[in-house]
C-alpha cells in the first residue's frame, strides 16, 4: 500500500510540475521579430487588401443606399445589388457551406493558410506588433523596455501605444456597427452624441475584443482558446504542404564561421542561430516537428532563407513541403503531384458545384416573391348576382432595386374573376404590400368541397402590357364551396 501511495504521490507530482510549465509558458511574454522575405511581403498584402475591404465597404454608396448593409430593423440585408430578405435563409446557409468546404480544401493542400494569413487574430496582432514596434523598436528593445524601472520615457513609450492600440480598436468596433446601422448617420449620431445603446455597446464590446486579443493575449488565443488548432489535425495527411524543417539537411546542428568547411566536422546546414524561433509569434521551435501551434505564417521560413543566404548555403532547410516528400526525397513534381490527392478533388469539385449552383440560382432568381394565403375566417360566402366568394390575401415582396408594375390572373374554374384588384398593381422597390382580394364564381360552375386553382401573377411595362418574360409567378391555392 505504501508503495502505491508512494507512486501515486509521484505521478501527482509530475503532473503539478506539468500544470505549473504550463503555467509559466501561459505568462510568458513573446517578442517576436520583425522578418522580410517572400511570406512575409504576402501577409502584408493581404492584411492590407482584407482591411481595405473590411474599413471602405460600408461607406460605399450603391443607388443611392449603403452598398452593403444587414438592416435587422427592417429586416432586409443589402449586397450591392441584391436585396435579401429572412425567406432568403437558404443563402446564408450556402455561404457556410461555401465556407467549411473552402477552408477544407484549402487546408488539405497547404495546412493552415486562413490562420497565417487571413484570420482575424493573426491580421490584427500583426498590426497591432507593427504599431508597437514603430514606437518600441525591435524585440530586444521592447524586452528591455518592459524589464526596466518605470520612468517618464517608458510611460510615454506604453501610453502612446496603447492610446493608438485603443483608437484602432474602437474604430475596428464602429465599423463593424456600420455593417448594421447605416454608418453614415452612425457616425452623424457619433458626432452628435446622440449614438443608441446597443450602438454604444457593440462598438465597445468589439473594440475591447479586438484591443485584448491583439494587443494583450495574442498567441494565447491561437494556442489555447481558438478550436481550429485543435481539430487541424484531422484534415492533415503526409501529402499536406506544411512548414517542415529538414532534419536530414539540417542535423547535426551547431553554429560554425562562414567560411567553416562544416561537412568536415560532420555538421548539417542549421547553425542553430535560433532565428526561426525569434520570428516566430506563437514562439515554438519548428525543428521540433509538427506543432498544433504553429499557425502557418511561414515567418520562420523568411527568417531561415535569410540566413542560408548570408552564410552562402542553399535556400529551403525551413520550407513548404509535405511529409512524405522530405522523409523519401521527392522531386517538386512528384510532390505536387500528390498533393493533388483524391481528396483534394473531391473537395474541389464539390466546393466549385456548390458555387456554380448558387451562382446560377442567383442570376435566374426571381425579382418577386409571392404568397397566397387564403382567409380562413370566411370560407365562403354568397353575394349578389348567387356567385360563391372566397378572400385570398397576396403578399407580395419586390427583391430588387426598382419598383415593380405586375397584373394578377386566377384560374382553375370557368369564369372565375377576381374583384377589388386595380387594372395593375405597383410595388416600390424592396418593399413588401399584402393586398386582399375578392375571387368569385358561378356556383354553377363549382363543385362542392375544394376545388384547387392557380394565380399568376405577370410583369407588365408603363403601357400595361403583360411581359411574362420579365417575371411570370404561379401560386397555387385552393377555393372552398359548401
Request: net charge positive; with cysteine; glycine share 8%.
Amino acid at each position: 500500500m505504501s508503495n502505491s501511495l508512494s507512486g501515486s504521490s509521484s505521478a501527482g507530482g509530475g503532473d503539478n510540475e506539468e500544470l505549473q510549465e504550463t503555467l509559466i509558458e501561459v505568462h510568458k511574454k513573446i517578442y517576436p521579430r520583425a522578418v522580410s522575405g517572400w511570406f512575409a511581403s504576402w501577409r502584408v498584402l493581404l492584411i492590407f487588401i482584407t482591411q481595405l475591404l473590411y474599413y471602405g465597404t460600408p461607406w460605399l454608396s450603391w443607388n443611392g443606399r449603403q452598398a452593403v448593409l444587414f438592416d435587422l430593423t427592417a429586416r432586409k440585408f443589402y449586397i450591392y445589388g441584391m436585396v435579401f430578405w429572412p425567406q432568403d435563409f437558404i443563402y446564408l446557409t450556402v455561404l457556410l457551406l461555401i465556407s467549411a468546404f473552402s477552408l477544407f480544401l484549402f487546408t488539405a493542400v497547404a495546412g493552415r493558410l486562413w490562420c497565417g494569413y487571413a484570420c482575424p487574430q493573426t491580421v490584427y496582432t500583426e498590426i497591432f506588433l507593427w504599431i508597437e514596434r514603430k514606437i518600441e523598436g525591435d524585440a530586444i528593445a521592447r524586452k528591455r523596455l518592459d524589464q526596466a524601472p518605470l520612468s517618464i520615457r517608458k510611460f510615454g513609450l506604453k501610453f502612446s501605444k496603447h492610446a493608438i492600440w485603443i483608437a484602432l480598436a474602437l474604430w475596428t468596433g464602429f465599423t463593424l456597427v456600420g455593417y448594421f446601422v447605416p454608418i453614415h448617420e452612425l457616425s452623424s449620431a457619433l458626432w452628435q452624441s446622440a449614438i443608441g445603446p446597443w450602438e454604444t455597446f457593440w462598438i465597445l464590446f468589439y473594440a475591447l475584443a479586438t484591443y485584448g486579443n491583439a494587443g494583450w493575449l495574442r498567441e494565447q488565443v491561437c494556442k489555447y482558446m481558438c478550436p481550429y488548432a485543435r481539430f487541424q489535425g484531422v484534415m492533415f495527411d503526409r501529402d499536406t504542404l506544411v512548414i517542415t524543417y529538414d532534419e536530414k539537411r539540417g542535423e547535426p546542428r551547431g553554429s560554425r564561421g562562414k567560411n567553416v568547411d562544416y561537412k568536415a566536422k560532420g555538421l548539417g546546414d542549421c547553425i542553430d542561430c535560433n532565428i526561426c524561433v525569434q520570428v516566430c509569434p506563437t514562439g515554438i521551435d519548428i525543428r521540433d516537428g509538427q506543432q498544433y501551434e504553429c499557425i502557418g505564417c511561414a515567418a520562420c521560413i523568411d527568417g531561415c532563407n535569410q540566413v542560408m543566404d548570408k552564410m552562402g548555403y542553399a535556400r529551403g532547410l525551413i520550407r513548404y513541403a509535405t511529409l512524405n516528400s522530405v522523409n523519401e526525397n521527392f522531386g517538386w513534381r512528384e510532390m505536387i503531384k500528390r498533393v493533388f490527392r483524391p481528396r483534394v478533388l473531391l473537395y474541389t469539385i464539390i466546393l466549385w458545384s456548390i458555387i456554380i449552383a448558387t451562382g446560377i440560382t442567383l442570376w435566374n432568381r426571381n425579382p418577386i416573391k409571392v404568397d397566397v394565403i387564403r382567409d380562413r375566417g370566411s370560407m365562403s360566402r354568397e353575394v349578389e348576382g348567387g356567385l360563391i366568394e372566397n378572400v385570398y390575401r397576396l403578399h407580395v415582396m419586390n427583391t430588387q432595386e426598382k419598383s415593380q408594375r405586375f397584373v394578377v390572373h386566377v384560374t382553375g374554374l370557368d369564369g372565375m374573376k377576381i374583384v377589388g384588384l386595380p387594372q395593375s398593381l405597383n410595388i416600390d422597390s424592396a418593399t413588401s404590400k399584402t393586398i386582399a382580394m375578392n375571387v368569385r364564381v358561378d356556383p354553377s360552375n363549382a363543385a362542392k368541397g375544394t376545388t384547387r386553382i392557380e394565380f399568376q401573377i405577370i410583369a407588365v411595362d408603363e403601357e400595361g402590357h403583360e411581359r411574362p418574360d420579365e417575371f411570370s409567378i404561379h401560386e397555387k391555392a385552393t377555393f372552398f364551396y359548401r
